[in-house]
């Protein structure tokens, strides 16, 4: 693959995957713009932290601003000329969408735009954007391909991820912007998100506190090491989307286009059940849970696996770092950051 992005925007830097993204571009010499808006859905001192290892680098600018703050895009988009960007920041979270809905419109519909705008005008050559295996929904025939519809979310997190691509689509059709959406599959690693079902189970077990087993623990997720993700986001960063000469407007495809636009799942391919996740989780710490058993969730699915062969053919990857390696990582940050 070769890459050929000088300066890159990545927004959302502050944060879990965008963190690992940026530091990925700087040590490949590209010079990033981070922008994020630092705002308080988990503990801000974990976005300061990352953002200071960023700010090491000459090549990084941070910038904090929201998405939806319409004038402070433009301004950004006006003042640097971006080769691509890679959109990144949301408002996360499946439980927490149930709670506060309109921060899910305010970040991901209205922000989105707002990325999408400065893509058009300013000309600039491909857009990624994260979407989420979330969008598969009420779908049940595994693994979860592009191909299939997705117009069944059982979350408003989902709603807006789906509303992303369709959004993407139309400004790839109506002005030639490639875009390229990547559904992410449970993404778990050092510097991880503290809302994550890793993460909560390394503290609460280290504290001697229950934790929380969804679903009596018959979830089964396709957990995707950080590391998988960035390679697979720079891969794809690399290989621009092209237009579908075989797609057919009788028998729309969804994963492809007659416009320069594609989707991507990025997922490890070989799901997990939560319980020998959490069996995992108790080799690396060397000490035994304490379960509490509850119900599946409101907005949660009970299954995610990735069909993989798309990214497999065009851009030659496919994660494969096992579970137990990848946690044994995080439990190794997590002691380490937190000086255990």
């Not at 559904?183 to 506190?209: C, K, N, Q, S």
């Amino acid at each position: 693959m070769t890459f050929h992005y000088k300066t890159v925007l990545v927004t959302g830097a502050a944060g879990f995957i965008g963190f690992h993204l940026a530091r990925r571009l700087l040590d490949q010499g590209c010079r990033v713009v981070g922008l994020d808006n630092l705002n308080d859905y988990y503990d801000v001192s974990y976005k300061t932290a990352r953002l200071a290892r960023l700010a090491k680098y000459p090549g990084f600018t941070f910038v904090k601003e929201d998405l939806a703050d319409r004038d402070a895009m433009s301004r950004i988009f006006a003042e640097t000329a971006f080769d691509a960007v890679v959109n990144l920041a949301a408002q996360a979270g499946v439980r927490y969408s149930l709670i506060n809905p309109q921060a899910y419109v305010s970040s991901n519909l209205a922000g989105f735009v707002n990325i999408l705008e400065g893509c058009r005008h300013h000309r600039v050559g491909h857009l990624v954007f994260a979407s989420s295996s979330s969008v598969y929904g009420a779908n049940t025939r595994m693994p979860f391909s592009v191909h299939d519809n997705v117009d069944h979310p059982v979350s408003l997190y989902a709603a807006s991820k789906k509303a992303n691509e369709l959004m993407a689509h139309t400004y790839s059709h109506l002005y030639g912007l490639p875009c390229t959406g990547l559904r992410f599959f449970t993404v778990y690693g050092p510097w991880g998100r503290p809302d994550m079902a890793l993460f909560l189970f390394t503290r609460a077990i280290l504290e001697d506190r229950p934790i929380q087993v969804f679903n009596h623990g018959k979830m089964r997720r396709d957990f995707t090491y950080i590391d998988d993700i960035v390679e697979g986001v720079v891969r794809v960063m690399g290989t621009l989307p092209r237009p579908n000469p075989a797609w057919d407007g009788d028998q729309p495809d969804p994963g492809t286009s007659y416009a320069p636009y594609r989707i991507y799942n990025i997922g490890n391919n070989s799901p997990v059940e939560l319980g020998d996740f959490i069996a995992a989780v108790e080799k690396a710490l060397g000490k035994k849970a304490k379960k509490e058993y509850l119900d599946l969730q409101p907005g949660d699915v009970p299954a995610t696996v990735a069909d993989v062969d798309d990214l497999m053919r065009e851009v030659g990857f496919k994660p494969d770092t096992p579970i137990e390696t990848g946690i044994e990582r995080f439990v190794s940050w997590y002691r380490e950051y937190h000086r255990l």
